[in-house]
């Protein structure tokens, strides 16, 4: 499969607890992103990588959330001490270029009890 | 003025029906413009991107007006299948240029 991959696809955890998740973009897109979604609610901006380079982080991602992308390829998303508020659907989307539209990943449902 | 509004839905509508969407944007300085399709608790799926001349896609039309700052989305002869949540997305130039903004999506059902 060459689309891009996400894991776990469902994550139930207890506040408080740490989550992390991974994403695998197409091989060959150089850009990363990372979005929200709640229900009811479009994809909301949270990351964006070029290559390795984290180039912005939306005032979304509270000091609890950390990204990275070593090396340029997969990509983690960290979650610290998590809150019943950061129960979303966390959606990793890469592309190729500036200006076109982003292939997703299927995503990780976190659900926080 | 919200960056993205898109019409609220939900819509509902028989197999065969035409159906169109709108979406309005605030920052005349969007350049690129997408519709997705998101089935329920599934991803975003890229359908069509939207051109300024307009462009058809099989039974899918999208059309761009600059002037009044709004994409549509024209869906002829509904099919089943097409039952999904519709969501538009734009690109600003400039500095952020990479980063798709998202209207809340609209649901589409089409009924037998």
């Known amino acids: 499969d060459t689309g891009v991959s996400q894991d776990p696809r469902h994550k139930i955890t207890k506040r408080g607890q740490n989550v992390t998740f991974r994403c695998d973009p197409i091989?060959?897109?150089?850009?990363l992103y990372w979005y929200r979604q709640t229900l009811g609610q479009g994809p909301e901006f949270l990351t964006y990588?070029?290559?390795?380079?984290?180039?912005?982080k939306s005032r979304l991602l509270s000091d609890r959330f950390s990204a990275e992308r070593p090396k340029g390829s997969f990509s983690t998303l960290e979650i610290q001490r998590t809150e019943q508020g950061d129960s979303a659907m966390y959606l990793c989307?890469?592309?190729?270029?500036?200006?076109?539209?982003?292939?997703f990943g299927s995503g990780t449902r976190l659900t926080v009890v | 003025r919200k960056e993205v509004e898109q019409d609220p839905g939900p819509f509902n509508v028989p197999e065969g029906a035409t159906v169109a969407f709108n979406c309005t944007y605030s920052?005349?300085?969007?350049?690129?413009f997408f519709w997705y399709r998101q089935d329920c608790r599934k991803e975003p799926k890229l359908l069509m991107s939207v051109y300024s001349s307009g462009n058809e896609d099989g039974r899918f039309t999208a059309q761009l007006n600059r002037a009044s700052q709004y994409i549509s989305l024209l869906i002829r002869d509904s099919k089943l299948s097409d039952s999904a949540t519709y969501l538009c997305?734009?690109?600003?130039?400039?500095?952020?240029?990479?980063?798709?903004?998202f209207g809340k999506g609209t649901l589409l059902t089409v009924n037998p």
């Open positions: 990588f070029q290559n390795e380079a984290q180039l912005e």
């Open positions: 091989s060959e897109h150089n850009r």
């Open positions: 920052n005349s300085a969007s350049q690129s």
């Open positions: 997305a734009f690109i600003n130039s400039g500095g952020s240029n990479y980063k798709l903004t």
């Open positions: 989307a890469s592309s190729q270029s500036a200006g076109q539209g982003y292939t």
